[in-house]
């Protein structure tokens, strides 16, 4: 297998990576390839240094994603967490290890920036996702609330 690049996302990338959001159960019902907000979505994002949205790249195609977002808070001693967001790997690609890559990637630069913890959210009905999640070392301390608006 060839090897991983991990790098910031460009403007060119957002048909891909939106293909890869809509590529299961809850993104098929969500996402809406072609819909222009995400190209206004993108701008905002790559315009925000706290924010960092990031493919993984082998052979020169995009196989997976993920994006970080950097808070600064007052708890923990003033400590900056990261938010993992959006991960992603192409169905193709699935099974493979590049999942590993992308979240062990996430973990080094949030260390590298000085962030205290990373921390994300999952949806309840991905179970087989939690427990990868668990075998990277993560533990589910929390139960998320979300309010539609």
Do not use: N
Not at 42 to 64: C, S, Y
């Amino acid at each position: 297998m060839s090897e991983i690049h991990i790098r910031r996302a460009r403007r060119s990338d957002v048909e891909e990576i939106v293909a890869m959001l809509a590529d299961d159960d809850l993104g098929a019902q969500r996402e809406a390839p072609g819909d222009p907000a995400y190209l206004r979505a993108f701008e905002a994002i790559d315009a925000d240094p706290g924010q960092l949205l990031v493919v993984a790249e082998r052979d020169g195609e995009v196989v997976g994603t993920l994006q970080l977002t950097f808070i600064p808070g007052l708890s923990r001693r003033g400590a900056t967490r990261a938010l993992v967001e959006g991960v992603r790997v192409r169905s193709d690609q699935r099974g493979g290890g590049l999942g590993a890559t992308l979240m062990e990637w996430a973990v080094e630069e949030s260390r590298r920036r000085g962030c205290a913890l990373v921390q994300f959210t999952s949806d309840a009905s991905r179970t087989r996702a939690h427990r990868f999640y668990e075998r990277l070392g993560f533990e589910a301390t929390h139960l998320g609330f979300k309010l539609p608006l």
